[in-house]
Structures are given as structure tokens and as C-alpha cells.
């Protein structure tokens, strides 16, 4: 006979729960808003950075700095890494849609 645990008999998956994080509304909405600024100015600067370094894209190869042209891309990477971590919030009572039931529409 096995023995199953509670966290064996919820509808998510294990991987999925490993990833969300619960945190109280006012916490969650303070690292929604910081963290998408954050995404967005480094994501517009790492391309400003790159436009930089690339002459606006008109330099030769040989031209092109390639320290200054690697922190934009950095910075663009940094940027998404960002926003893509802070979508594991949630706030307390929140649910994934992908897990809710399929609703029919009543507009037709």
C-alpha cells in the first residue's frame, strides 16, 4: 500500500507548484509593477546600448565595439530574465487558468 502525502492529491503538477510562489496582494502587486519598470528600462536601454556600439547599424564589422555591444545584449537578457522570474508570483487566491475548468460562453 502507498502512502500519499496532501501535496500528492492536488490537480497541479509537482513542477508547476515548485515554480509559483504565494505572496500577500500588496506584495505581489509592488514586485508585478517594480520588476515589469525594471524589465522594460533595461530591455529599452540594452537596445540603446547596442545602437551605441553598432553606429545605428550602419558601422562596418570592423567598426562595431564589441564590449559596448555585448552589455546591450546583456542588459536586454537581463531584462526579460527579469520579467520572466517575476511571473511566478501570485497573489494569494489567485489560480492558473490553464488549471480552471473549460466555462462556455453564454453570447450565443
Known amino acids: 500500500m502507498t502512502d500519499t502525502t496532501d501535496t500528492d492529491r492536488t490537480d497541479e503538477p509537482q513542477g508547476a507548484q515548485a515554480r509559483s510562489v504565494v505572496v500577500p496582494t500588496a ?16 530591455v529599452v536601454g540594452g537596445f540603446l546600448v547596442l545602437d551605441v556600439a553598432t553606429d545605428r547599424a550602419t558601422a562596418e564589422l570592423s567598426e562595431i565595439d564589441p564590449l559596448i555591444a555585448l552589455a546591450g545584449l546583456g542588459l536586454i537578457a537581463l531584462g526579460a530574465v527579469t520579467y520572466a522570474f517575476s511571473t511566478r508570483f501570485q497573489a494569494e487566491g489567485m489560480g492558473n487558468a490553464k488549471d480552471e475548468t473549460d466555462e462556455s460562453s453564454n453570447n450565443g
Do not use: G, P
Not at 29 to 35: A, C, D, G, W
Open 27 to 42: 506584495v505581489y502587486k509592488r514586485v508585478t509593477v517594480f520588476s515589469t519598470l525594471f524589465a522594460v528600462f533595461a
